[in-house]
């Protein structure tokens, strides 16, 4: 069986939140995301429920993150990847919308408007 570019368990993007800072600015925060590289039948079948259900993608996301690097606190110290860590990211909107930005370029192999991977 020919080993095809591009075939892995995982695979690793970049991811940037953008947080509101007290200047009334936006701070850019990036860091990389890893996620469970899915089946081309299981990605179609997400994009369907997302077309024609209005699944959200941040499940999916949560779902299939395995690890994240770069990430840092407001001390500047690293943020360890667990699930408590991963429920606080997704619970604060900027880190979710990051977080399924980077499981949607993952996944879809697209390019989403203003990002940079």
Not at 7 to 27: C, F, G, M, P
Not at 91 to 111: E, G, H, P, S
């Amino acid at each position: 069986m020919p080993a095809f570019k591009g075939k892995k368990s995982e695979i690793t993007v970049h991811a940037q939140a953008e947080i509101l800072n007290d200047q009334n600015r936006y701070t850019k925060v990036p860091f990389r995301c890893t996620f469970r590289k899915l089946p081309a039948d299981q990605v179609e079948e997400l994009r369907r429920l997302e077309r024609d259900e209005g699944l959200d993608p941040s499940a999916a996301a949560r779902e299939n993150l395995v690890g994240w690097s770069d990430l840092l606190d407001e001390d500047n110290n690293p943020i360890e990847f667990s699930q408590d860590a991963v429920e606080e990211a997704m619970d604060l909107m900027a880190y979710r919308t990051a977080i399924q930005n980077a499981f949607i370029r993952a996944q879809y192999n697209v390019k989403l408007v203003n990002s940079k991977n």
